[in-house]
Every structure is written in C-alpha cells, then in structure tokens.
C-alpha cells in the first residue's frame, strides 16, 4: 500500500478555522479484493480523539482513496492507513497555516546568515525542490529547482545541502515571520518557497504560466499546487528591478494582474496579500532613477487602496546587510511587521491595528514665536502614538523639479502627528515627501514598531496661484526725513542704484548690514507689466513700519510692523489694470531694528484647472 497524492511526509495542511483540514488520499495496493481503508492518527504516543481506526475509504482493483475530514490544527500527528493486511505510513504530518512566498532576493533571502531565526520542528518549508523539509536558513536554494526559470540544472540533493551549509548570506523575513505566526496562533507554520532575486515584474507576468517550469510564474503555480490547494496568504517582496523610469509607470497595472491571476488560478478570490514597500538602496543614481524608486514606493503605498484584501508594511527604517538588501537585525523587525499585518488582514484578528497610513497633510501655519512655518502630518493605525530613536528624521521638501529643497530642519512629535518645521520664507510650490530619494535617513514608528511608510512628493497647502517674489529694485538708501512714516508722500526713486536681493533669502529684500544701529527711512521702487487685467492680493513681510504704494495711490500698510520678518504676513486684495505699474515701498528703519521686507502678489482670479496646469498669465518685472 502506498500513498500516491494528496499528502507527503512531513507536510504542513492548510487548515480552515475550526473545523481543521481535511485531505483526499489516493494510492496503490497489492490487493485487488474489494476493502475497507481505515485511518489512525496519533499524536506523541497518544491516539487523536475519534481516530483510531476510523474508516475513511475504500480499495479495489489495486488501488484505493480516502478522505480524511477536519484533521483538528496541530501536530506533529503520525498517520496509519490500513486496508486488509497492508498498511502505509507518515511519520509526521502537520495541520496549521500555507503561506507562499514570492518575489525577489529580499524574500528570497540576502542577509548574512548571523541573522537567521532558529528552526522550530512545528514550522516546515516546501523547498525548490518541492519537498517538504524542517524550515531553516536559507529557506530558498535555487539550484534546487526542476524548473529551468530558476537554474539551468537541478543540483542533487546532496549538493543542495552542501549548498546551504556554505552559503554565508542567505536569510529572509519568512522563517523569523513564520515564528511569530506559531507564537500568535499555535499552530504549525508551512513556508512555500518561490521567490528568485533580481527578477522583474515583466518576468512574474502571469500570461507566461504555459511555459511552466522555464517561467517564474509557471513554475510558481506549480509549487503551490503542489503544497496547497489552498493558503493562509503570499507575502510578497519586489519591486527593486521595477524601480526605473520605463517600468515604474507600469508597476500597478502589473500589480493587478499578477493578484488577479494568482487568486483565479489556485481558485482563491480573495487570497490575502502581505506585500513590501521598498526599503533603500545605498548607491549612486540620478534624479531619474530617484524618482521611480520613490514612484514604485508610493505605488506600493496605495496599492491597498485599488486591490482588495491587500496590505502593505514599510521597510523604509531597517539595517542593510549590503547597498540594497535588509540585514539580518531588519529581517527579524520586517517578520514581525509582516506578522501583524497577515494576522490581521489574513486570520481576521481585529485586535492588530492595520499597518500605519497616511491621513492627510495639512495646511501650513505660521509660528510667529519661531519664525517658522509648520505642516502636520497625520497618520492613522499607530498604536501608543509616534516615536523615534533620536531625532526624528525623514521629512523632505521637494522643489516643483524634482530636486530636493532643504528646509524640513525639525520634526516635533504628537500622538499619531508628525510636526514638520519648515522655514517662514519656504518658497510655494514645494511639496512634501517621507523616505524622500534612494537612501534616505527615516525612524519613525509606532508602539509596535511598525514603521512609517514611505509617501510622495505630495503637495501640501491650498493649490494658489503665487506669483514670485519681487527681487530686483532701485533704491534710496537711508534718508533722514522729518515727517514720520504715515505722514509722507510717495517717495521718488531714481534708477542710478539698482540692486539685486538673492543668495539664500528665498525673496528677502535684507539690508541688516547697512540698517544695523541707523535711523532714518529707506525707499524701494520697482515696475511691474501685466499682460491683462488681474484681481491680485498683495502678500507683503516686514520687520519695522511699512507702507507700499502702486503707482500714486496708497496700496497696502502697517506702521506697526515689528521683528521678525514673515513673507505673507500683511494680505491686501486689488484689481490692477493691464499695463505698467510702479511699485514704491518705503520703511521705517525703527532705530537700526528693521531688517527688511518681502513682497509678492498672489493671483485671485484664475481657475483650480489653471493653477493646476500653471497655464495663467504672469507680469514681468522691471528695476
């Protein structure tokens, strides 16, 4: 009598909720007589509850089937089938959760092997060689594989371990994930192992599973049919080879595919995914290259929102053990992150908060106590609140080009909000970004460690029409005057002294150095040329008593102003005609304490569309 398929030694089933797995056994015997087969399931020394003997099938003609029903989660259990005189035996089976795992070399394993979780004899692999063996790094040998995809040999059995035990690298997630899974549930763990490094998503497609054995689709089915037919859940980690400007706009639109097929060929519509955000690569790159790691990142990070039971866990915070691989302290935290989120979306424990996300970025506000601006940042699913390691770091502003915008130069923390400080003087257009380029420096988590995911660059703020500020202007000097600042005309400006404000003061017109200790009033005359007429706000900073006229009339004042300066801080709405205006400011230089003033107008009457697309009109200025 001999077991033909449906069950293999030492394999782990896949159980369904209470009512545990239930097997369908078919094999060979040397009798042709009709029989009876019977089971007999045991657990240490001990028999299982109601399976001592217990009929399960029937053989005839030389060959028999049996079905073994709701095999309670457990073992290991040691199975005896009989049918007249024969018998045929597993030493150990197990019933308990399937998970498959795919993707590239951060699943299949890159850490150094000082990092690999202990083997568990309830925590069983289905290795390439779709055998099942006790789970121990490294999890994934691909000369073991019968499948061309993944080597162009298979490699003996005895070569496969001596494989292993020379290997100085080759730990993954998977076995420290599967450790948890046994902690938090109890039952055994099996571990399906297909994932191959440095292979793209062009290569999972899953139009390739007819060439079986020579695609990395079609040999993945073939290992999960082999081990299944169903599973807890795939966790998948890949995204690395896709991160280029060709293939990153394709990355969700394979995403889908590739979810989609595996739920319709194992059969399995809503097959739980547990997938990775991309963590960092510590090599040179161009802007180009930046940017579609950062677009493959937040592809990931909305990837939940457009393929149902799909969750994602960030990598962004953990160790290399290499320019691009986790370490082997970041496979055991990314585990345990994988750990929570399975147990959660997969096993339905809805006492595990979901992975954090992002809520929403909010307005900037001004601080005027710091002479800064602040942008708060809201996350949702972070038990115990937001914490660092230090400083907390990864916040980047990010100009309109692309090019990072230094600024982001505090990050202050509160419950599930990160504050982000940025300077008063930001320039508009910036957006915001966490994990911002390829390498860079984040630690934020919550009480459980799990790790923020990397987003944008987003925008932030109300869309606005801005327009830049005005740097170039003829100027007075410092002039005594014995009419107070109020009480003045508009002040002549003559052109033989033209300067340029620039270097740094992102629009500050900045005369410290010559106003330090003086007295007096100073006067600055520009030009502005409007293509049409335009309903503007006058957005002005000062630090000492201001007053701004357009052509002769009084336009905006303060005579109040004080220390410090702040761009936008006096607003004013005006309807301008088309053609050339002159601009005249004069300030008070407050006994040597005023420093200067910004000035800018802000477009009121265009459309969300245009302000979107940048396709308005703008004035051009002249000293």
Same mark, same amino acid.
């Given at each position: 009598?001999?077991?033909?398929?449906?069950?293999?030694?030492? /394999?782990?089933?896949?159980?369904?909720?209470?009512?545990?797995?239930?097997?369908?056994?078919?094999?060979?015997?040397?009798?042709?007589?009709?029989?009876?087969?019977?089971?007999?399931?045991?657990?240490?020394?001990?028999?299982?509850?109601?399976?001592?003997?217990?009929?399960?099938?029937?053989?005839?003609?030389?060959?028999?089937?049996?079905?073994?029903?709701?095999?309670?989660?457990?073992?290991?259990?040691?199975? &005896?089938?009989?049918?007249?005189?024969?018998?045929?035996?597993?030493?150990?089976?197990?019933?308990?959760?399937?998970?498959?795992?795919?993707?590239?070399?951060?699943?299949?394993?890159?850490?150094?092997?000082?990092?690999?979780?202990?083997?568990?004899?309830?925590?069983?692999?289905?290795?390439?060689?779709?055998?099942?063996?006790?789970?121990?790094?490294?999890?994934?040998?691909?000369?073991?594989?019968?499948?061309?995809?993944?080597?162009?040999?298979?490699?003996?059995?005895?070569?496969?371990?001596?494989?292993?035990?020379?290997?100085?690298?080759?730990?993954?997630?998977?076995?420290?994930?599967?450790?948890?899974?046994?902690?938090?549930?109890?039952?055994?763990?099996?571990?399906?192992?297909?994932?191959?490094?440095?292979?793209?998503?062009?290569?999972?497609?899953?139009?390739?599973?007819?060439?079986?054995?020579?695609?990395?689709?079609?040999?993945?089915?073939?290992?999960?049919?082999?081990?299944?037919?169903?599973?807890?859940?795939?966790?998948?980690?890949?995204?690395?080879?896709?991160?280029?400007?060709?293939?990153?706009?394709?990355?969700?639109?394979?995403?889908?595919?590739?979810?989609?097929?595996?739920?319709?060929?194992?059969?399995?519509?809503?097959?739980?995914?547990?997938?990775?955000?991309?963590?960092?690569?510590?090599?040179?790159?161009?802007?180009? &290259?930046?940017?579609?790691?950062?677009?493959?990142?937040?592809?990931?990070?909305?990837?939940?929102?457009?393929?149902?039971?799909?969750?994602?866990?960030?990598?962004?915070?953990?160790?290399?053990?290499?320019?691009?691989?986790?370490?082997?302290?970041?496979?055991?935290?990314?585990?345990?992150?994988?750990?929570?989120?399975?147990?959660?979306?997969?096993?339905?424990?809805?006492?595990?908060?979901?992975?954090?996300?992002?809520?929403?970025?909010?307005?900037?506000?001004?601080?005027?106590?710091?002479?800064?601006?602040?942008?708060?940042?809201?996350?949702?699913?972070?038990?115990?609140?937001?914490?660092?390691?230090?400083?907390?770091?990864?916040?980047?502003?990010?100009?309109?080009?692309?090019?990072?915008?230094?600024?982001?130069?505090?990050?202050?923390?509160?419950?599930?909000?990160?504050?982000?400080?940025?300077?008063?003087?930001?320039?508009?257009?910036?957006?915001?970004?966490?994990?911002?380029?390829?390498?860079?420096?984040?630690?934020?988590?919550?009480?459980?460690?799990?790790?923020?995911?990397?987003?944008?660059?987003?925008?932030?703020?109300?869309?606005?029409?801005?327009?830049?500020?005005?740097?170039?202007?003829?100027?007075?000097?410092?002039?005594?005057?014995?009419?107070?600042?109020?009480?003045?005309?508009?002040?002549?400006?003559?052109?033989?002294?033209?300067?340029?404000?620039?270097?740094?003061?992102?629009?500050?017109?900045?005369?410290?150095?010559?106003?330090?200790?003086?007295?007096?009033?100073?006067?600055?005359?520009?030009?502005?040329?409007?293509?049409?007429?335009?309903?503007?706000?006058?957005?002005?900073?000062?630090?000492?008593?201001?007053?701004?006229?357009?052509?002769?009339?009084?336009?905006?004042?303060?005579?109040?102003?004080?220390?410090?300066?702040?761009?936008?801080?006096?607003?004013?709405?005006?309807?301008?005609?088309?053609?050339?205006?002159?601009?005249?400011?004069?300030?008070?230089?407050?006994?040597?304490?005023?420093?200067?003033?910004?000035?800018?107008?802000?477009?009121?009457?265009?459309?969300?569309?245009?302000?979107?697309?940048? /396709?308005?009109?703008?004035?051009?200025?002249?000293?």
């Amino acid at each position: 009598m001999r077991i033909e398929t449906g069950l293999s030694e030492g /394999q782990v089933l896949q159980r369904r909720g209470k009512r545990g797995a239930t097997v369908v056994l078919k094999g060979i015997t040397t009798s042709s007589t009709p029989s009876r087969v019977t089971a007999t399931l045991f657990e240490g020394h001990q028999t299982l509850a109601g399976w001592r003997n217990r009929v399960v099938g029937r053989a005839a003609k030389g060959n028999f089937s049996a079905c073994l029903p709701e095999i309670p989660a457990g073992g290991p259990y040691r199975l &005896e089938l009989r049918t007249g005189k024969e018998t045929a035996r597993i030493a150990s089976l197990f019933v308990g959760d399937l998970w498959l795992l795919a993707g590239q070399s951060n699943m299949e394993g890159s850490a150094n092997r000082s990092g690999a979780a202990l083997p568990d004899p309830r925590i069983r692999a289905f290795s390439m060689r779709r055998e099942w063996r006790l789970a121990e790094e490294p999890l994934h040998v691909k000369a073991e594989s019968p499948d061309s995809c993944h080597c162009a040999a298979q490699c003996t059995p005895a070569q496969g371990e001596a494989l292993r035990r020379k290997e100085s690298k080759g730990v993954g997630p998977a076995l420290h994930f599967a450790r948890e899974m046994l902690r938090r549930t109890g039952v055994p763990q099996g571990l399906v192992c297909t994932a191959h490094g440095g292979t793209s998503m062009q290569q999972w497609e899953p139009f390739r599973k007819n060439g079986k054995g020579i695609s990395l689709y079609g040999s993945f089915l073939l290992s999960a049919k082999a081990a299944g037919p169903i599973f807890s859940g795939l966790l998948w980690y890949q995204g690395e080879s896709d991160a280029n400007p060709v293939d990153e706009p394709l990355y969700t639109g394979r995403m889908r595919k590739l979810v989609a097929a595996t739920r319709r060929d194992l059969r399995q519509p809503r097959l739980p995914w547990i997938i990775v955000q991309l963590g960092r690569h510590i090599r040179p790159h161009t802007p180009a &290259e930046a940017a579609a790691w950062n677009g493959v990142q937040e592809q990931q990070r909305l990837l939940p929102g457009k393929i149902t039971a799909l969750e994602v866990v960030a990598a962004i915070d953990l160790p290399l053990d290499d320019t691009i691989h986790i370490g082997a302290d970041g496979v055991a935290k990314l585990g345990d992150r994988l750990a929570r989120a399975a147990d959660r979306l997969a096993l339905g424990n809805r006492r595990e908060p979901l992975p954090p996300r992002l809520r929403s970025i909010g307005e900037p506000r001004l601080l005027r106590e710091s002479f800064s601006r602040v942008i708060d940042v809201t996350f949702e699913n972070v038990p115990g609140g937001l914490r660092a390691l230090g400083e907390p770091s990864g916040f980047t502003l990010v100009a309109s080009d692309g090019n990072e915008c230094p600024g982001a130069y505090r990050t202050s923390l509160r419950g599930n909000t990160a504050r982000v400080h940025i300077p008063a003087d930001a320039p508009p257009g910036l957006r915001l970004s966490y994990g911002y380029g390829k390498r860079p420096a984040c630690n934020l988590t919550d009480e459980r460690n799990m790790a923020l995911p990397v987003f944008g660059p987003l925008p932030f703020g109300r869309p606005a029409a801005y327009l830049p500020f005005i740097t170039e202007w003829r100027t007075s000097g410092i002039v005594s005057s014995e009419l107070p600042l109020g009480r003045i005309a508009r002040p002549q400006v003559g052109g033989e002294n033209i300067r340029r404000y620039e270097g740094g003061t992102g629009g500050f017109v900045n005369e410290h150095v010559l106003w330090q200790g003086r007295s007096g009033q100073a006067y600055f005359a520009s030009r502005m040329d409007l293509p049409e007429l335009m309903r503007l706000e006058i957005l002005a900073g000062y630090d000492g008593p201001f007053r701004l006229w357009i052509g002769d009339a009084p336009a905006f004042g303060d005579l109040a102003g004080i220390n410090p300066c702040f761009p936008d801080k006096g607003r004013k709405e005006i309807v301008l005609a088309p053609g050339l205006h002159e601009l005249t400011v004069a300030m008070d230089l407050n006994h040597g304490l005023a420093w200067g003033f910004y000035l800018r107008f802000r477009r009121l009457d265009v459309s969300a569309a245009q302000i979107a697309s940048g /396709q308005y009109s703008r004035p051009t200025y002249l000293p």
